[in-house]
Nanobody, 125 residues
Framework: QVQLVESGGGLVQAGGSLRLSCAASGRTLSSYVMGWFRQAPGKEREFVAAINWSGGATYYADSMKDRFTISRDYAKNSMYLQLNSLKPEDTAVYYC??????????????????WGQGTQVTVSS
């Protein structure tokens, strides 16, 4: 089992930045892929980015790769999502998720069995 806890969400003005954190526990993450997803009101949960914990390879949704950066810290067993140049349409609950490395980096939420509770990001215009 992997337990995930997000933090760092909040209210920010358009053009601002936030750094989301995801603290992981319960398993050694060397054989896992970690991902960020988001869900806006009335919309499906969508993929943001993923990172291979061991090698550090990353994968982004095309629409987000210019403004968002995913990273991880071995020592802190944590993953991060830096959100820059935020827009009102980025308003959503942001979730971190984990899956084994089997199948590699993936944008499919159905392949991630472990999820955090989410952190709210609200961008005002």
């Amino acid at each position: 089992q992997v337990q995930l806890v997000e933090s760092g969400g909040g209210l920010v003005q358009a053009g601002g930045s936030l750094r989301l954190s995801c603290a992981a526990s319960g398993r050694t993450l060397s054989s896992y892929v970690m991902g960020w997803f988001r869900q806006a009101p009335g919309k499906e949960r969508e993929f943001v980015a993923a990172i291979n914990w061991s090698g550090g390879a990353t994968y982004y949704a095309d629409s987000m790769k210019d403004r968002f950066t995913i990273s991880r810290d071995y020592a802190k067993n944590s993953m991060y999502l830096q959100l820059n140049s935020l827009k009102p349409e980025d308003t959503a609950v942001y979730y971190c998720a984990a899956k084994t490395v089997v199948g590699g980096l993936s944008a499919s939420r159905t392949l991630y069995p472990y999820w955090g509770q989410g952190t709210q990001v609200t961008v005002s215009s």
